[in-house]
């Protein structure tokens, strides 16, 4: 089993900043990729992010591409969000994601994970 903590939530204004972390823990693997995903509510939770083990590939969905930037520290199994130019559509919580995988493919799909943290809410006021 691998347990995702994430922090890093908060209440901000539009146009501001934060930056969410989520820290893997218990068993782990070789490969795997990390991703987030939101959900606002009555909505279907969606993509935001994702990186692979390596940190060489990553993936943005449109909506956030050129406001938030994925990073992770591999020594740390910790993968960071960093939010900017924040919207009021973007809240939501936001979940960090566990996948197990040796595919070049990033995964966009909620299915295509293995593991899931609790969330953090994510409030963008106008």
Request: hydrophobic residues 35%; aromatic residues 12%; contains cysteine.
């Amino acid at each position: 089993q691998v347990q995702l903590v994430e922090s890093g939530g908060g209440l901000v204004q539009a146009g501001g900043s934060l930056r969410l972390s989520c820290a893997a823990s218990g068993r782990t693997f070789s490969r795997y990729d990390m991703g987030w995903f939101r959900q606002a509510p009555g909505k279907e939770r969606e993509f935001v992010a994702a990186i692979s083990w390596s940190g060489i590939r990553v993936d943005y969905a449109d909506s956030v591409k050129g406001r938030f930037t994925i990073s992770s520290v591999t020594a740390k199994n910790t993968v960071y969000l960093q939010m900017n130019s924040l919207k009021p559509e973007d809240t939501a919580a936001y979940y960090c994601a566990y996948r197990i995988t040796t595919a070049q493919a990033m995964a966009r799909q909620v299915y295509e994970y293995d593991y899931w943290g609790q969330g953090t809410q994510v409030t963008v006021s106008s």
